[in-house]
Structures are given as structure tokens and as C-alpha cells.
């Protein structure tokens, strides 16, 4: 119903027609313009009396006409028609012939539709948006935070909160983070994998330069670490399109829940580790998931658990391990310099190019730099 007010207001008080007001808020002019037909015969003004203040009152005198469901035709349970369409190869059609079979006098396809279409239109947009179970993941850091305070130095941080979201339950992870470089990115990432149990077939980070090193409407080239990182756990990227606000309404969405939900739970204390902030973060998180979202009548946990879980990929047998990847060129003298680190090498592969990754964790060797058609260094002759 807060869609359905805000289509009045727009039409009522800013005097905006059924294209602009569809446009404006991301539903069909059709929907728009059979709403604002009620609205004329209802003869309603803006603002609205006092007594429409109950969405129950409002709808009663905006669809007085259609009265209630004839006994023996129960209406269909919308949402969860809505966490159907969710499913693969789900469509309205399957829907309403299932709808049928248990209800013979129920509505015909055009009335289902009809209908479906009008419960949709009072979700928010990213309620409205149907994505695929296990399909896609959608990443970004939030803008605001909570302070840390260095107990030594008395030097005030920020710890802003990396999240993901799930496209089909809207299923939420967060980590604070002091920083949103590369480590960090990549850290996140594998948390959040595990925290979910299992992979998202599509990633869709913002154009952040952690993920995407050059920004592109259509073939942005993503930073190699964070390549490595998708291809080790078998996802694709696809980045948010630049402005395209759409592509990245889910995650925004995230945001702005765990900022309300989380952030401002904690507004009135004071941390001094990084940890804290994370053993503090946790119970709000796991709070968040389980909040009931309320046209769904369901959590983000209990939609997670009835269908998204079953469609994410496995995770592989080992976490992935971060590391650098450098572009490094053979010096004239026959030594290769990366990263301070300087390895001698012979004059045959003088001048190639090639990418050394150097892998974090304590005790494990870097991988070989190698050059088109050239050997590993010091792999011998």
C-alpha cells in the first residue's frame, strides 16, 4: 500500500501522469493508470481524509466494487506465488493452472495476472524484482559505520560494513571492515561464502576498484585477484552497470537495512578493536535474517532455508587464499624485479612479460612468473 499512496501523492498533489508516475517509481503505466481510474471515481483529494489513514480503509473505498472473494474462490496466496516465481522455470502460467486445479471456479489467466500484479505493485522495487534462487550475489561496502578507537593512541576509525546479499531470499551477510582494499575484498568474499554454505552462480559488485579496475557499460575489466577469486569458486562477475541503479537496488536495499538495523543498534558504545565490532555485529546480523519481511510473511532466514540454499553451487575443498598479481617485465640485465624482490634469470627471456601471484599466508612459496614461451624462474634449465 505505500506504492499505492505514493502513486496518489505524485498524481494528486505534484499532478504527474500515469507514464511519468510509472518511471518515477518502477511499476507499468497500465498499473498506474487503472489505480488513478479508482482514484476518480472514489473522488479522492491530497491530502487524503484522516479516515483513510488504515491502508485497510483506503483499499476498502478504492475497490469497494470487486466486494469479497465468492465463498468456494479463496484468493490465491500471493506471496507466496510471489516466492515461486522465484524458482527455475517457474512461470504465471504454471501458477495459475496449479491454481485451477485446486480452485475449478477460481479466476481466469487474465484476472490472476491482473491481480498478482496489483499485490506486486505495493512491494518496494527490490521486493518486486524477481531473481533466480542461487543466481545471483550482490556486493558493496556501506556508507556509514561505527567508530573504533585505538586504545593506545586514542585515534578514532570508522568500521564500515562489507555486504552481501542474495538475490532470491534477500538473505544478508555482513563483516565490519577498517578498509575496503584488495585483502579486504577478497576476505569478505570468502566469509560470506561460507557463511551462506555455498556459491552464487553470478556476483554483482559495484564498480568498486577492488573488483573493477576499469569501469565499462559493457566489458568492464575486472581486477585479476578478484577474477581468480570468482573463477576458484566457479562464479561469474557481472559488475553494476554505471548508473544503472537498478543493478544494484538489492544491495542498496541491504545496505539501508543493515545501516537501521545493525549500525544504529550500536550508535551508543564504544569499541576498541575491530573485534568487538564483529562480536557485536553478529547477533544484530543473524536478528536481521530472521526479521519477518512483512508481505512475504516470512524471513530472509526461512526463504534462505526453502529455497535458495538447495540452488547455490558447493563450495570447493579449499577456501581460496588471497595473492597479489603483479604485471612484471624482464629487465635488460636478465633481473626480474617485482615487489623489491629481485630474481636473476636468464638473457632468453629478456624482455617478456608475465604475472607472479604471491599468495599471503605465512609458509606457502609464490607461484612462478612466467613469460610466453618462457620457464618458470628458478625452475632450472
Known amino acids: 500500500m505505500r506504492k499505492l499512496r505514493e502513486i496518489l501523492r505524485l498524481h494528486l498533489e505534484n499532478g504527474l501522469g500515469p507514464r ?23 473522488k479522492l483529494t491530497w491530502p487524503l481524509p484522516a479516515e483513510l489513514d488504515e491502508d485497510a480503509a483506503l483499499e476498502r473505498r478504492l475497490f469497494a ?3 469479497p472473494a465468492r465463498p468456494g474462490r479463496p484468493e490465491p496466496d500471493w506471496a507466496r506465488m510471489h516466492l515461486e516465481l522465484r524458482k527455475k ?11 485451477k486445479a485446486e480452485q475449478p471456479d477460481g479466476y481466469q489467466f487474465s484476472q490472476f495476472c491482473e491481480k498478482y500484479a496489483r499485490w506486486a505493485a505495493t512491494l518496494s522495487v527490490t521486493m518486486r524484482q524477481t531473481h533466480v534462487a542461487g543466481e545471483k550475489l550482490f556486493l558493496d561496502f556501506s556508507g556509514d559505520g561505527v567508530g573504533v578507537v585505538d586504545a593506545k593512541t586514542g585515534e578514532r576509525k570508522k568500521a564500515k560494513l562489507f555486504l552481501a546479499v542474495l538475490g532470491a531470499s534477500n538473505f544478508t551477510y555482513a563483516e565490519p571492515v577498517l578498509s575496503e582494499d584488495l585483502p579486504t575484498w577478497v576476505a569478505c568474499h570468502v566469509n560470506a561464502l561460507e557463511y551462506m554454505g555455498g556459491v552464487a552462480q553470478v556476483w554483482v559488485p ?24 570468482a573463477r576458484h569458486y566457479g562464479a561469474a562477475v557481472i559488475p553494476a552497470r554505471v548508473r544503472r541503479p537498478r543493478d544494484k537496488a538489492k544491495v542498496e536495499q541491504g545496505v539501508l537495512l543493515a545501516e537501521r538495523w545493525i549500525l544504529a543498534a550500536l550508535r551508543h558504545r564504544t569499541f576498541f578493536s575491530l573485534e568487538e ?8 546480523l543473524e536478528k536481521l535474517n530472521r526479521r519477518p519481511m512483512k ?27 588471497y595473492a597479489d598479481w603483479v604485471l612484471a617485465v624482464i629487465a635488460e640485465r636478465g633481473i626480474l624485479v617485482i615487489d623489491a624482490v629481485i630474481a636473476e634469470r636468464g638473457n632468453r627471456v629478456i624482455g617478456r612479460r608475465g604475472y607472479r601471484a604471491e599468495p599471503m599466508q605465512d ?15 628458478g625452475s632450472g634449465d
Open 363 to 377: 609458509g606457502l612459496a609464490p607461484a612462478p612468473v612466467t613469460g610466453r614461451g618462457a620457464r618458470p624462474v
Open 20 to 42: 511519468a508516475i510509472a518511471r518515477s517509481l518502477s511499476v507499468s503505466p497500465s498499473t498506474v493508470s487503472g489505480y488513478l481510474g479508482r482514484v476518480r471515481v472514489a
Open 89 to 99: 522455470h517457474v512461470t504465471k502460467q504454471l501458477l495459475w493452472e496449479e491454481y
Open 295 to 321: 508481505k512475504l510473511k516470512k524471513s530472509r532466514r526461512d526463504v534462505f532455508e526453502e529455497m535458495e540454499r538447495a540452488a547455490l553451487l558447493p563450495l570447493p575443498a579449499r577456501r581460496y587464499e
Open 65 to 67: 466494487d470487486e466486494g
Open 277 to 284: 565490532v564483529r562480536q557485536a555485529v553478529r547477533p544484530l
Open 206 to 229: 559495484d564498480n568498486l576498484k577492488s573488483a573493477v579496475t576499469s569501469p565499462h557499460r559493457y566489458e568492464p575489466d575486472l581486477n585479476p585477484t578478484y577474477a581468480e577469486l
